[in-house]
């Protein structure tokens, strides 16, 4: 698909995005792909890491920003920093494992040694090296920016451009919300990751309330057989009262919390397990109210944390207890790590409820993801055949209310979250 | 018949319960390859944990993420699952074919037996064919001229890396 030329104008791939419509080929083509990892992921800014990934100095973990390896190291001096994760001599990754502890990193091919701060500290015999041999300006190659909200830390490989806060905008108020089901609003990563790929586009990694009672009939099926009633499909139809909404700059969210009731030892439409009515889930409902000032809103906060299903364009979802990261690795070729976000000061039985209610819907053998993946491979497959190029993204497109400040409202499967989404998509694709 | 005939048929011989734990298998590995849940289900224990470790192949797992950790409730949930419409990751259903293998069979507490074995696992589905390695370990408990599963742990070679579509039984 060539960049488009609209009126003597360069457009660049942004004509691919027509008012309630899309053209499969920002799915299918990897000449676009290599564009999108140029123009999004190796320019705006994404989620790296959790604070809670790198707690002590020292700490490191290995992450990726597109196709590119990164060492997120926290240094002896306990500032947390990123790196490219390339020897400067010949180009070997010097950080093997996902995590762990060290002082140092050491390339394995010739002995070149950083410290987890970056500078190069130490080369095997260097007589052989000339007079003009810099070793201060060959350490580890910093991120150009790197930069934290609440613990999550974003990266940016442009020099200059919006700084976090901006980049985030409206989106910053549910990563708030999302820690509030903590007494300390803290979450912490340290209950491993669930890995998992699909031979499909990273943009299917999307948000959308239109796909639930058929992708994911089983799910419902099973919440009607828990709770001996019908409410959960009641959720996402076009008479619910729940929404999409579009936040602005392709950070968009699904809101359901209008269909759910917190109560302790209550079930829940949510997807995260109820409240237990033990020792621990009536400790766990003191503490939040003593962070929070009453019951009712210790209530308020669960349901708004659990209820949190945000994307923050492009690479990261909150959803439930998830934090989700999206890799991208070629038009049709995706890795997506769940982290399960335990939480911080809380009985252990609250977060042990948390994993458990985790795996039940996502993992590659959970009861709701492998059926998105299952529809996103089919996706991929059925867009080769583009005799007919556009997709229909058109739903609730005059109905949605475009509210004073800028963000829009729909119903609950209306497709306003993949038009703010590639609204973004096509402004940096520009 | 002497005291000692009557003692061998309530505790049979190490030989006689390896025979046995290895129909147990075959007989399992049967039911999962031919997608036939609910047999498969009448096999567990209503104690029964099934589990299947995330990252790492040991751990805490009330505090880590794992794959599958199923009580007898949840296993109930995953073959109604797989046995309702709509359970589209296994429709159509993964062609399997697995063998069982290296087993280790010891006597155990409470006439609990441990049993640790290999597995490898052809999976076919969608044009693509997979191959699953695993050690299993397992706690069964005599039932008659069988057994009941109390634990069966699958530790998947490849827990640490992203993987496919895994809502067959492992």
Same mark, same amino acid.
């Given at each position: ?17 027509? =008012? ?30 959790? =604070? ?32 490219? &994760? ?14 762990? $502890? ?32 810099? *070793? ?80 994911? *009939? ?10 001996? $009633?019908?409410?959960?499909? *009641?959720? $996402?139809?076009?008479?619910?009262? &729940? ?33 237990? !009515? ?11 109210? =003593? ?59 609250? &977060? =042990? ?60 499967? !209306? ?16 | ?7 061998? #048929? ?8 390896? %025979? ?7 007989? +399992? ?14 096999? /567990? ?5 099934? /589990? ?7 751990? %805490? ?8 950790? %199923? ?11 797989? @046995? ?25 507490? #409470? ?22 390695? #695993?050690?299993? +370990?397992? +706690? ?18 490849? @827990?640490? +890396?992203?993987?496919? @579509? ?5």
């Amino acid at each position: 698909m060539p960049v488009a030329i609209v009126e003597g104008q360069d457009v660049g791939y942004s004509s691919l995005i027509g =008012e309630g419509r899309v053209h499969s080929a920002i799915f299918t083509d990897q000449s676009i792909f290599e564009a999108e990892l140029e123009r999004i992921f190796y320019t705006y800014w994404v989620f790296l890491a959790h =604070e809670s990934e790198v707690p002590e100095p020292g700490d490191y973990c290995r992450k990726s920003i597109g196709r590119y390896s990164i060492v997120v190291a926290r240094g002896t001096d306990g500032v947390v920093r990123a790196f490219f &994760n390339r020897c400067r001599h010949r180009g070997t990754m010097v950080c093997r494992y996902e995590h762990g $502890n060290a002082e140092f990193f050491r390339c394995p091919y010739h002995g070149w040694t950083y410290s987890n701060r970056g500078p190069l500290i130490g080369v095997p015999f260097p007589s052989r090296y000339g007079v003009d041999f810099e *070793k201060e300006k060959l350490g580890l190659v910093p991120i150009a920016r790197l930069d934290q909200y609440r613990g999550f830390y974003f990266a940016s490989l442009a020099d200059d451009g919006p700084g976090l806060t901006e980049h985030l905008g409206r989106a910053a108020t549910y990563i708030d919300m999302f820690l509030q089901a903590s007494p300390t609003e803290k979450v912490e990563l340290r209950a491993g990751a669930s890995k998992s790929n699909f031979h499909g586009n990273w943009k299917f990694v999307g948000m959308d309330g239109y796909h639930v009672n058929f992708t994911h *009939k089983t799910v419902q099926d099973l919440q009607v057989r828990r709770t001996g $009633n019908a409410e959960s499909l *009641k959720s $996402n139809s076009d008479r619910a009262p &729940n929404l999409t909404v579009d936040l602005g700059g392709g950070h968009c969210r699904l809101d359901l919390s209008l269909t759910d009731r917190v109560e302790i030892g209550k079930a829940t439409s949510s997807l995260i397990g109820e409240i237990p !009515d033990t020792d621990a889930g009536h400790e766990y409902l003191a503490l939040m109210a =003593e962070r929070w000032g009453s019951e009712a809103e210790a209530y308020e906060k669960i349901r708004g944390s659990r209820d949190v299903h945000l994307h923050v364009w492009p690479n990261l979802q909150l959803i439930g207890s998830e934090v989700r990261v999206i890799r991208p690795l070629s038009s049709s070729y995706t890795e997506v790590f769940g982290y399960p976000a335990l939480l911080g000061d809380v009985p252990d039985e609250i &977060n =042990e409820r948390r994993l458990r209610g985790y795996e039940w819907f996502n993992g590659v053998a959970g009861f709701g993801t492998p059926d998105d993946r299952e529809v996103f491979e089919r996706n991929q497959l059925g867009l080769q055949a583009d005799k007919e190029p556009w997709m229909v993204l058109s739903r609730g497109l005059t109905q949605a209310e475009v509210q004073a400040d800028g963000v829009v409202v729909g119903n609950i499967t !209306d497709e306003v979250t993949q038009r703010s989404q590639l609204g973004q998509w096509a402004k940096a694709m520009r | 018949m002497g005291e000692g005939d009557a003692m061998s #048929a309530v505790a049979p011989s190490l030989g006689e319960l390896r %025979d046995q734990v290895s129909a147990f298998l075959v007989a +399992e590995s049967e039911l999962m390859d031919q997608h036939r849940y609910d047999d498969w289900l009448e096999l /567990w224990s209503a104690d029964g944990i099934y /589990w299947v470790p995330c990252n790492e192949d040991d751990y %805490d797992p009330r505090q880590h993420v794992s794959i599958i950790y %199923d009580d007898y409730g949840r296993l109930q949930e995953r073959c109604f699952r797989l @046995n309702s419409a709509g359970a589209h990751s296994q429709d159509p259903p993964s062609r399997l074919c697995r063998i069982i293998g290296n087993q280790q069979v010891s006597p155990g507490s #409470a006439g609990h037996v441990q049993v640790r074995a290999n597995m490898i696992l052809v999976e076919v589905r969608s044009g693509e064919k997979n191959t699953y390695g #695993a050690r299993l +370990e397992y +706690e069964l408990q005599p039932d008659g001229d069988s057994f009941k599963i109390r634990q069966k742990k699958v530790i998947l070679l490849d @827990n640490d +890396e992203p993987l496919g @579509n895994l809502t067959f039984l492992l």
